[in-house]
């Protein structure tokens, strides 16, 4: 079974600084690895996803994400944060291959990030 | 093009009454999901669904039924609600079933059981 781990519940940051959101988990099999994003009020939408190749992953609205196999990591990075980011982040997974399919898909318990003028 | 579409937004019920909540998507998409998001406990799959006709139980099903009549559309039932089933529900949808396939997710539907 996969789990993931958000390290921090609430990251508050100011307007045009630097973030960092933090996701683990733990696998007994290569995985795939998503960023959702939930604005106020609204459902989930996409932010990234890491399937194979460079384990740097760009995603929307100037986010990029990391894979580190070694360390069993995927944090989420923006370089300069907007208002408009206030938003709360999912970190999920899903197992690869014949153990995989889109219905494991395993959440984080999400990541509320404030950014204050 | 809508999306995912979740009726109601919101609804209050009373312990024991039934309800069932209604997803629809536009996307022709062969996989359904209905999710619940509670405080601190990001979100759980309840159902899914593979295609018109089946059904499939995932994380948290009980309390819960299900049906997927038409392909574009995915019913949630609560037969005798409990407080425990307050929650935001959210239902999904995706191409197919791979594991790298994106899911699309409805606007939530919150639900309080007094």
């Known amino acids: 079974a996969q789990s993931v781990t958000q390290l921090d519940s609430q990251v508050p940051v100011f307007e045009e600084a630097p973030v960092e959101l933090r996701c683990n988990y733990s696998?007994?099999?290569?995985?795939?690895l998503f960023w959702y994003v939930q604005y106020p009020n609204q459902g989930l939408q996409l932010l990234l996803k890491y399937l194979s190749g460079s384990t740097l992953v760009k995603g929307i609205n100037g986010f990029e994400a990391e894979f580190n196999k070694s360390q069993t990591s995927f944090h989420l990075r923006k370089p300069s944060v907007h208002i408009s980011d206030t938003a709360e982040y999912f970190c999920?997974?899903?197992?690869?291959?014949?153990?995989?399919?889109?219905?494991?898909?395993?959440f984080g318990k999400g990541t509320k990030l404030t950014v204050n003028p | 093009n809508a999306g995912v579409t979740q009726t109601p937004k919101f609804r209050v019920l009373k312990t024991g009454q039934s309800m069932t909540l209604l997803c629809a998507q536009d996307?022709?998409?062969?996989?359904m999901y209905w999710y619940r998001q509670d405080p601190g406990m990001g979100l759980r799959l309840i159902h899914y669904?593979?295609?018109?006709?089946?059904?499939a139980k995932g994380e948290v099903p009980d309390g819960y039924n299900v049906s997927r009549l038409k392909k574009q559309n995915f019913l949630l039932g609560l037969e005798s609600a409990a407080p425990s089933q307050t929650s935001v529900y959210f239902c999904?949808?995706?191409?197919?079933?791979?594991?790298?396939?994106?899911?699309?997710f409805g606007p939530g539907t919150r639900l309080l059981v007094l």
């Open positions: 999904a949808s995706s191409y197919t079933g791979m594991g790298p396939e994106t899911q699309y």
């Open positions: 999920a997974v899903t197992p690869r291959g014949t153990q995989g399919g889109s219905e494991k898909l395993v």
């Open positions: 696998s007994s099999v290569s995985v795939y």
């Open positions: 669904s593979v295609g018109e006709g089946t059904t």
């Open positions: 996307m022709n998409h062969e996989y």
